[in-house]
């Protein structure tokens, strides 16, 4: 039996995001960058950056919950744990992808660092 037996519209459920990428590109590739995480990858297409943002995601997830001690005792990254056990409670990368919300941007370097970058 369907759910069209019955006439009962389909139920999707959302779970709550936890999570951001940010989608950004310049002229030659896209920069996926996880804020709450401070994780960023680079690619040739934004699936390929997003692939390998939530690959990044689960390794460092794996990473912080074997040096659990070290990690959650760092300044810099003691705050992810809540992220982390959200990871590692996914059985798989659509399971993540439900805790992330992606947004879309352009990668802008300010005039400053384009001046300092050229006196290298």
Same mark, same amino acid.
């Given at each position: 039996m369907t =759910? @069209? +037996?019955y006439n009962l519209p389909p139920k999707i459920s959302l779970s709550e995001k936890r999570l951001t990428v940010i989608l950004a590109r310049?002229?030659?590739l896209v920069c996926a960058f996880c804020p709450? =995480? @401070?994780l960023v990858t680079e690619m040739a297409t934004p699936n390929e950056a997003l692939e390998d943002m939530l690959e990044a995601m689960q390794d460092y997830a794996a990473e912080y919950l074997e040096e659990l001690a070290i990690y959650q005792n760092a300044?810099?990254?003691?705050?992810?744990?809540p992220? %982390?056990?959200a990871i590692a409670a996914c059985k798989d990368a659509w399971d993540i992808r439900m =805790? %992330?919300?992606i947004q879309?941007?352009? %990668?802008?370097?300010s +005039?400053?660092?384009s001046q300092f970058a050229q006196r290298l």
């Open positions: =759910l @069209d +037996t310049d002229e030659a709450e =995480l @401070d300044p810099n990254r003691g705050h992810h744990l992220y %982390i056990q =805790l %992330i919300e879309h941007g352009r %990668i802008q370097v +005039t400053y660092c």
